[in-house]
Every structure is written in structure tokens, then in C-alpha cells.
């Protein structure tokens, strides 16, 4: 299937909270009025809808459903005004690549939210990784000091069972410890 503004095709893509047909060119859209009721307050759609502007255009976008025209109209949603082709019958929606951002004023601040929620958590495995590794560090010396005991314990025993070291540098024994 074709894209309604551009030459490329159209491709079926579905995320968690809606389906789309988008164009793989001009990433515009098909979206269904019943998915971006789930983004906004359905009430509140329904009003963006009803305050919505016809535009005399001439685009020919049909709809993907039953074929008609579909009517472009100005929408208004907090101040961001989008013009979106719309058809009254299927409620379904042609979004040009971006409009779609300027319709989704709730999921933005679900988005938000979501983000902070995801830095909030990467601080937390920040300070995790450094308590984690903080507690390495005290473990990894605590069984450095006790390899150290181990080793002055180990050189003196040696020490007192032959002279032979006495004279030396010492690096004998250590590379008995070595290997
Ligand atoms: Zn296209
Ligand atoms: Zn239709």
C-alpha cells in the first residue's frame, strides 16, 4: 500500500499504546482517534475535535478505511495549533511526521516522568556501583592485609628456620609467595 502524500510505502507499526500505517518516506500516518483517547482525557479530545477549524486545502488524502476524502482541519491542543487530516465517519487521522508530538500533550508529561523516573534510577545505580565497589575496595584490602599477615608470619618463620636468607634481599621468599 501506498502512502496518500508521498511515493513510499506504507508499513502496519504498533507500539504499546497504538497502532499505526506509516509511511517508511515521509514517516506520515494513519492513527486511530481511539488511541489518542487513550493519551489524552477522552473529554478533552472530544472538545479539541469539536473547537477544531475546517481548512480549505487542497491535499487529497483518502481515508485508509472507507476511501473519502478526508477533511483537513486546524486543531488546537494547548496552545499548539496542528493542522491534521481527519475523516468523520472511521475517526481516523493522517498525521504528518511530527504532528502526532503536538497531539500527545499527556503522554509528553507521562514521558517526562518516565525520563525522571529513569535518571532518578541510573543515580541510584550510580551510588549502588559505588557502594559496590567501595565494598570491593574494603574487601579486596581487607584480603590484601590479610595476605600481607600471611606473608610477614610466613618471613619470619623462615627467617628463624635458616640464616641462609639473611644476607639476601628478600625476593626469594616473596616469589615462593608468587607463584
Ligand atoms: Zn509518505
Ligand atoms: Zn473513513
Same mark, same amino acid.
Given at each position: 500500500?501506498?502512502?496518500? &502524500?508521498?511515493?513510499?510505502?506504507?508499513?502496519?507499526?504498533?507500539?504499546?499504546?497504538?497502532?499505526?500505517?506509516?509511511?517508511? &518516506?515521509?514517516?506520515?500516518?494513519?492513527?486511530?482517534?481511539?488511541?489518542?483517547?487513550?493519551?489524552?482525557?477522552? @473529554?478533552?479530545?472530544?472538545?479539541?475535535?469539536?473547537?477544531?477549524?475546517?481548512?480549505?486545502?487542497? *491535499? $487529497?488524502?483518502?481515508?485508509?478505511?472507507?476511501?473519502? @476524502?478526508?477533511?483537513?482541519?486546524?486543531?488546537?491542543?494547548?496552545?499548539?495549533?496542528?493542522?491534521?487530516? *481527519?475523516?468523520?465517519?472511521? $475517526?481516523? #487521522?493522517?498525521?504528518?511526521?511530527?504532528?502526532?508530538?503536538?497531539?500527545?500533550?499527556?503522554?509528553?508529561? #507521562?514521558?517526562?516522568?518516565?525520563?525522571?523516573? @529513569?535518571?532518578?534510577?541510573?543515580?541510584?545505580?550510580?551510588?549502588?556501583?559505588?557502594?559496590?565497589?567501595?565494598? #570491593?575496595?574494603?574487601?579486596?584490602?581487607?584480603?590484601?592485609?590479610?595476605?600481607?599477615?600471611?606473608?610477614?608470619?610466613?618471613?619470619?618463620?623462615?627467617?628463624?628456620?635458616?640464616?641462609?636468607?639473611?644476607?639476601?634481599?628478600?625476593?626469594?621468599?616473596?616469589?615462593?609467595?608468587?607463584?
Amino acid at each position: 500500500m501506498n502512502c496518500p &502524500s508521498c511515493a513510499g510505502k506504507l508499513y502496519k507499526y504498533k507500539t504499546h499504546d497504538a497502532a499505526y500505517m506509516i509511511c517508511d &518516506s515521509c514517516f506520515g500516518h494513519y492513527f486511530l482517534e481511539a488511541d489518542i483517547k487513550k493519551l489524552h482525557k477522552p @473529554k478533552i479530545w472530544d472538545q479539541i475535535i469539536s473547537d477544531a477549524k475546517p481548512i480549505k486545502s487542497k *491535499r $487529497k488524502i483518502p481515508c485508509i478505511k472507507c476511501k473519502n @476524502k478526508m477533511v483537513e482541519i486546524e486543531v488546537n491542543n494547548n496552545d499548539q495549533i496542528v493542522k491534521i487530516d *481527519r475523516c468523520h465517519n472511521c $475517526k481516523i #487521522l493522517w498525521l504528518d511526521q511530527d504532528e502526532i508530538e503536538y497531539l500527545q500533550a499527556e503522554k509528553c508529561d #507521562l514521558e517526562n516522568a518516565l525520563n525522571k523516573e @529513569k535518571i532518578i534510577s541510573e543515580i541510584d545505580t550510580i551510588n549502588m556501583n559505588s557502594l559496590i565497589e567501595s565494598k #570491593l575496595a574494603e574487601v579486596y584490602l581487607d584480603s590484601q592485609l590479610q595476605d600481607m599477615k600471611l606473608m610477614r608470619k610466613e618471613l619470619k618463620k623462615r627467617e628463624k628456620q635458616s640464616n641462609a636468607y639473611k644476607n639476601s634481599d628478600g625476593w626469594e621468599i616473596f616469589e615462593d609467595f608468587l607463584y
